[in-house]
């Protein structure tokens, strides 16, 4: 059982930065920030891989986030610059052991969300 908990989340005006952070009780194969807004989907925005530890950003955030993992203190980071009104969302941290040998579409854990607000 992994447990995830988000924090770092508030509200900022357009052009600012927040980095939020993801305590997690120990690494697996694949760890993610998800998003979802009032009335759209839930989007993949960032993601590290333990084997490597490549990352993938979502086209919409590219440049301007960074996901990184410290695993000394157990945690994932998400730098979050030049943030618009349309990042506007509850953020997720979620994981996954990847038993498939590939990440899937809908991860076993998930915290409970912190919520990102930027006004323009």
């Known amino acids: 059982q992994v447990q995830l908990v988000e924090s770092g989340g508030g509200s900022v005006q357009a052009g600012g930065s927040l980095r939020l952070s993801c305590a997690y009780t120990y690494s697996i194969s694949c760890m993610d920030w998800f998003r979802q807004a009032p009335g759209k989907e839930r989007e993949m925005v960032a993601g590290i891989r333990a084997r490597g530890g490549s990352a993938y950003y979502a086209g919409s955030v590219k440049g301007r986030f960074t996901i990184s993992q410290d695993h000394t203190k157990n945690t994932l980071h998400l730098q979050m610059n030049s943030l618009k009104p349309e990042d506007t969302a509850t953020y997720y941290c979620?994981?996954?052991?990847?038993?498939?040998?590939?990440?899937?579409?809908?991860?076993?854990?998930w915290g409970q969300g912190t919520q990102v607000t930027v006004s323009s």
């Open positions: 979620a994981a996954d052991p990847a038993l498939s040998g590939y990440c899937p579409s809908n991860y076993k854990y």
